[in-house]
């Protein structure tokens, strides 16, 4: 099962490393014959995204500019979200909660319209900035929902405890529930750089030229119908496009697991 799983990620890897030589006589899991890396030299620097071509490292940090505050500002917020409506309940509470829930299932072709009206009166449209707040409010529905989902399983003992002391709003929040929320911000920070770095249909629709994201770029790349088909580069590059969210499950993927869990197991 694991080898037919990871199949796809050698050939990917393998392909990469060949000579247009090598692609062309041999199969697609054989062996490179000898291994070079002007394939990932090219794409990360010289390859031709359509009439551009610069490689993927441009496109690469507009997605690291748009991903990084998309998911801090998302997460922050998703958590004062979720300590109000499950903490400080007020008249429409359940009401609020329901319309986030809801949120989580609009697709994404519904709010293209809305937003870029929205992005064009605020004159960010086609812009880095554009995506950044884009993401953040198609992402609170979700953070919000994991953060009170978290939240309404620690004990309101608790909470009315550090009332009594005189622990106001703000205080309760950092003070008490922030220390101890680490897995859920884990949840939320690998749901969220995922879904943000993935995503293609924001990213072609409200940005352009230079400020466009690596999948956009990405598509571009294997699109472009100039020359000779260079899987090798193609390949090189998608891996490029892959290798940060990667990163963020090889290093935090276990906090995944913990966090989703840690809710089910309280109380």
């Avoid at 054989?30 to 291994?35: D, E, G, T, V």
Wanted: charged content about 10%; overall charge positive; hydrophobic content about 55%.
């Amino acid at each position: 099962m694991a080898i037919y799983y990871l199949l796809p990620l050698y050939v990917m890897l393998s392909t990469s490393v060949k000579t247009l030589d090598d692609i062309r006589g041999g199969n697609l899991i054989a062996l490179p014959q000898s291994i070079t890396f002007d394939a990932w030299s090219k794409a990360w620097s010289s390859a031709c995204t359509g009439v551009e071509c610069g490689g993927m490292k441009g496109f690469f940090w507009n997605s690291v500019k748009m991903a990084v505050p998309s998911v801090l500002i998302s997460t922050l917020i998703g958590a004062v979200n979720g300590y109000v409506v499950s903490m400080w309940r007020f008249r429409g509470s359940d009401v609020l909660f329901t319309l986030l829930l809801v949120g989580c299932f609009i697709p994404f072709q519904v709010v293209l319209l809305p937003m870029a009206r929205l992005l064009g009166e605020l004159g960010i449209a086609n812009t880095t900035s554009g995506l950044v707040l884009v993401h953040v409010i198609y992402g609170l529905a979700f953070t919000t929902l994991f953060f009170r989902n978290f939240f309404v399983t620690i004990p309101d003992e608790l909470v009315k405890a550090a009332r009594i002391d005189g622990a106001g709003f703000w205080t309760i929040f950092f003070r008490i529930l922030l220390p101890i929320s680490g897995p859920i911000f884990m949840v939320c920070v690998i749901w969220q750089f995922t879904q943000i770095w993935n995503d293609f249909l924001f990213g072609v629709v409200f940005a352009a030229g230079e400020a466009q994201p690596i999948t956009v770029a990405l598509n571009n790349l294997v699109n472009t119908s100039t020359g000779v088909k260079e899987y090798n580069v193609d390949m090189a590059a998608a891996i490029i496009a892959a290798l940060p969210t990667l990163f963020v499950y090889m290093v935090a993927g276990r906090y995944f697991v913990r966090g989703l869990t840690a809710g089910a197991v309280k109380g």
